[in-house]
């Protein structure tokens, strides 16, 4: 005799499913509505639109020989047509995270204006795009009003390769509290610094790869921020690339990483309530970055947790006298060192460290 299990999931109340349709990408969440009549229009109240995990075109190249650019082409349309769809059958329901992919560079940049100008229409809090700014170029990708969105919490720009991010004058974004910005080339000066500074909230700024066109200063000031994170190079594209300056006001800073890059002058505040520090950096010109280094070393006397590589722990060996040319680092309780064969550690924690577990 066949038993048939019941159907318990269906009973849920709709905000629960919801709830689990979330986790879903958006193509898979719409799938649902084919199981049974209970689920046809679940999926449309559901708030998040995932659309990171469709089909890449890149996916494609594997599939098709010869790399046939008009299967990408059709497949990026198709794309497009499913997002036209799902936008204008949820008939303006409330978004809180949109995650868009536009990789392939078919993209029409003003209907993927309009898909995010819906989703700040939508009091859309989360924002991640993935993709690229190639060609072809009819018109913008990203609108203004994204910068003024009254909404948002979350910025996240995963740009393929590096590309100029165009600002509007006007920027303003209370609520946001991470920004998260790969791979942007920055090329107005005053712009890049309102960028920064129109965050009155934000507690997490990662920058990843990012360029400076034209200018070779940046300026970060952010009273709440928690956690900075400088990632490879920020440079100068001014034929020869050079160095660049940056300079952090951060009071409330608990987490700082940079790796791969250490700008020629990089002026901070002191860091009282710094509790970790990762510092990677991984070229041989440590001798003519030492007083910028040392400098900035001496800003993390109360971190608790240090993460150095071996370059960093060179500027301890050049210091002429360790014991009082290096901070005491009062409250410190773990160090992962990544040193070279042969260096030596009894100066650093007989002088440096009194409370290390």
């Not at 499913?17 to 009549?37: D, G, Q, R």
């Not at 594997?62 to 990408?72: F, L, M």
């Not at 290096?326 to 410190?332: I, N």
């Amino acid at each position: 005799m066949n038993v048939v299990g019941e159907d318990r999931i269906s009973k849920l109340p709709d905000t629960l499913l919801h709830h689990i349709l979330s986790f879903l990408p958006t193509k898979c969440a719409v799938s649902t509505s084919i199981l049974w009549k209970r689920w046809k229009d679940v999926w449309v109240y559901v708030p998040v639109l995932d659309f990171l995990y469709w089909e890449p075109p890149r996916i494609i190249f594997n599939r098709y020989e010869g790399n046939d650019e008009e299967a990408i082409i059709l497949e990026t349309n198709n794309f497009m047509d499913f997002v036209d769809r799902i936008l204008l059958l949820r008939n303006m329901v409330n978004i809180n995270n949109f995650c868009l992919n536009c990789e392939s560079g078919f993209f029409d940049h003003t209907r993927v204006n309009a898909w995010i100008t819906t989703a700040i229409n939508c009091g859309v809090e989360e924002f991640i795009f993935s993709g690229s700014y190639s060609y072809p170029s009819n018109g913008r990708m990203i609108p203004d009003s994204l910068f003024t969105s009254e909404t948002l919490t979350k910025l996240d720009f995963q740009i393929q390769e590096q590309d100029r991010l165009d600002l509007p004058e006007s920027i303003s974004l209370p609520r946001l509290k991470i920004l998260r910005l790969t791979n942007i080339v920055y090329h107005d000066k005053k712009l890049a610094g309102k960028l920064f500074s129109s965050c009155p909230v934000l507690e997490e700024l990662c920058l990843a790869n990012g360029g400076l066109q034209n200018f070779y200063r940046i300026r970060v000031s952010a009273p709440t921020l928690k956690s900075f994170s400088l990632t490879c190079c920020l440079r100068s594209n001014m034929g020869d690339v050079m160095p660049v300056k940056v300079k952090i006001n951060a009071p409330n800073l608990t987490s700082l990483t940079l790796s791969n890059w250490l700008p020629e002058d990089f002026s901070v505040h002191s860091f009282p309530l710094l509790q970790d520090a990762e510092l990677y950096y991984n070229f041989s010109d440590i001798k003519t970055r030492f007083i910028p280094l040392s400098n900035f070393i001496m800003k993390l006397c109360n971190v608790k947790v240090l993460k150095l590589s071996g370059i960093y722990f060179e500027v301890l060996k050049l210091a002429q006298d360790l014991s009082t040319g290096f901070p005491t680092f009062v409250y410190f309780r773990h160090i992962y060192l990544n040193l070279k064969p042969g260096c030596r550690l009894n100066l650093f924690f007989s002088y440096s460290c009194h409370t290390i577990e």
